[in-house]
């Protein structure tokens, strides 16, 4: 790959979604949430032309915790 080259179109998509659950017995809140991460872009060098890169990784994260209040 050339060394002089730029990132043009660039897109990402990120979308997820989440559940808290509520335990008032206990003044707790457990949750749970999960998102999916995907992104691209084209190279292009000096004169214009595209240039052959290696498409990004997806990648998804997934967080769990509780809060106890009190």
């Not at 335990?23 to 595209?50: E, K, P, S």
Request: hydrophobic letters at 45%; proline letters at 1%.
């Amino acid at each position: 790959m050339p060394g002089n080259c730029r990132a043009t179109g660039d897109e990402a998509d990120i979308w997820g979604f989440g559940v808290v659950q509520t335990i008032d017995a206990a003044g707790m809140q457990m949750y749970v949430g999960y998102r999916h991460y995907q992104a691209g872009f084209d190279l292009v060098d000096a004169t214009g032309a595209n240039v052959a890169a290696e498409a990004l990784d997806s990648y998804d994260t997934v967080i769990v915790g509780s809060i106890i209040l009190f």
